[in-house]
């Protein structure tokens, strides 16, 4: 089955430019864990998840450490979240994105998921723009 | 690609029971029990992609949602086959409420929520997003009411955006907010008048004064007028012809009004674009209306009933 016949039909997407601050407010209401970047053409230049905002609030050492308890306390973490609210989240953002088309088999995005690690896939056309997302979710709900 | 514009959605939420009892003196308590019920997304724009979605035409949705109605109204024209590209605002998306009585279907009750108030911030962000999308438009549609915090200028101003990005572009809504986009030129209008029977100063209230006024609205440059006469029937205007379309359908057989009208103009598009000529999109788009008042579902997404109304509608010059 082709990836248009089981995807998210969403376009919730944020520029480049916008602060982390309503980076946030969007995450939070849209219940997206990440979303796509794209520019002012609607072709997709990135992606930007909750991960990738808490891997900055955290002390650079962190991933040296084996777990969260040696953090001293969390105040750390909401001052540097206070911080850099209001910096524009192209710098936290991953450049890096894997997507697939609509033409795609539903196969090649249930392997990149995986392969991966990601909750969901950027949906593009053949110009690069997003057009939708598969969910893992929509691949379970496929497969069923 | 066709984009629908509702800044202002809802959930909407439909009753049907025997009759609807109304407390008339003090402490009087009544309780009325539905037979029946529906929740859908609802708002103009909304039922106009609806329509196309359920007519295989490629459209995104966009307005403001909040909240845990805006997460129904998204999900529930994903599930339709809609691609939503809403703003999310930090108020809430409203609830209209419609109650229909048993052998009253024509004369709903009806109670529509004023809606949430958008802040300069989130009209921003909506702007931007609109300004990205009617990039890949053909058409747009701009329908419905708005909700507090926006300017009834608002429809002229996104009409000269879509315009000047090359896309043709749909009005149906009523009051300030219409009269303000026509300067801008769209290419149909469609006035509400369920609220605002006045439209270019005049009552819409006979043939004549609709004429009158659909024509002064030509003249400036708008393609196509069109306003409901009466139930089964609208008068439609463009530069050269006045038309007349109306079918002889029996209004008992109506089961729910609400977003016929929005199946019009879904009707109308849904030909438009695919290049039908004027007269066979006014037909179809009867036929839309018709058959979505005929079906207890506020949209009938069934391309064979629609033609099959088709037969019945007749489209006559004036």
Redesign the interface.
């Known amino acids: 089955m082709k990836v248009r016949e089981i995807m998210?039909?969403?376009?919730?997407a944020v520029?480049k430019d916008i602060p982390v601050r309503?980076l946030i407010?969007?995450l939070d209401?849209?219940?997206m864990p990440n979303v796509p970047v794209?520019n002012?053409?609607?072709v997709l230049i990135g992606f930007i998840s909750e991960k990738d905002l808490i891997r900055a609030a955290l002390p650079g050492y962190f991933e040296m450490l084996h777990s969260a308890s040696f953090i001293p306390d969390m105040n750390q973490l909401a001052g540097k979240l206070a911080q850099i609210s209001e910096e524009p989240i192209e710098k936290y953002m991953s450049t890096d994105v894997v997507s697939v088309t609509m033409e795609d088999d539903d196969l090649r995005a249930a392997d990149l998921i995986i392969r991966k690690g990601v909750k969901n896939l950027p949906v593009v056309d053949e110009e690069g723009?997003l057009?939708?997302r598969v969910r893992r979710i929509d691949l379970l709900r496929h497969f069923l | 690609m066709i984009v629908t514009v509702t800044l202002n959605p809802a959930v909407d939420k439909v009753y049907w029971v025997d009759s609807l009892k109304i407390c008339q003196i003090t402490q009087e308590e009544f309780l009325t029990r539905a037979s029946r019920s529906s929740t859908s997304a609802g708002g103009k724009g909304v039922n106009v992609s609806r329509f196309l979605s359920a007519f295989g035409l490629d459209n995104v949705a966009m307005g403001f949602v909040g909240g845990n109605t805006g997460h129904v109204v998204v999900r529930y024209l994903q599930n339709k086959g809609v691609t939503t590209n809403f703003t999310w605002i930090h108020d809430e998306t409203r609830i209209n409420v419609t109650v229909i009585e048993s052998g009253r279907d024509l004369n709903p009750n009806l109670i529509n929520e004023r809606g949430p108030q958008i802040t300069q911030p989130e009209l921003d962000r909506f702007m931007r997003r609109y300004r990205r999308m009617v990039k890949r438009a053909s058409w747009v549609v701009l329908a419905g009411s708005l909700p507090l915090g926006i300017d009834p200028g608002i429809y002229a101003e996104l009409t000269t955006i879509a315009r000047d990005s090359g896309a043709k572009v749909a009005i149906s809504a009523g009051g300030e907010a219409l009269s303000r986009a026509l300067v801008a030129c769209p290419t149909i209008v469609k006035p509400d008048t369920r609220e605002h029977i006045l439209f270019k100063g005049k009552e819409l209230t006979s043939i004549e004064a609709i004429v009158e006024a659909g024509k002064s609205v030509v003249t400036c440059g708008v393609e196509l007028v069109v306003v409901s006469h009466h139930v089964t029937g609208d008068i439609a205007i463009t530069e050269d012809a006045v038309w007349e379309i109306k079918t002889d359908v029996e209004t008992a057989l109506f089961k729910n009004i609400v977003g016929a009208d929005d199946a019009f103009l879904g009707g109308i598009l849904y030909k438009l674009a695919a290049g039908a000529a004027m007269e066979e999109a006014l037909r179809f788009g009867l036929a839309s209306g018709i058959a979505s008042a005929e079906s207890e579902k506020k949209i009938c997404e069934s391309h064979e009933i629609v033609e099959s109304e088709m037969e019945k509608v007749v489209v006559s010059r004036l």
């Not at chain 1, 998210?8 to 919730?12: A, K, M, P, S, V």
């Open positions: 998210t039909r969403d376009l919730t520029e309503e407010f969007i209401n849209a219940e794209v002012e053409e609607g723009r057009v939708g």
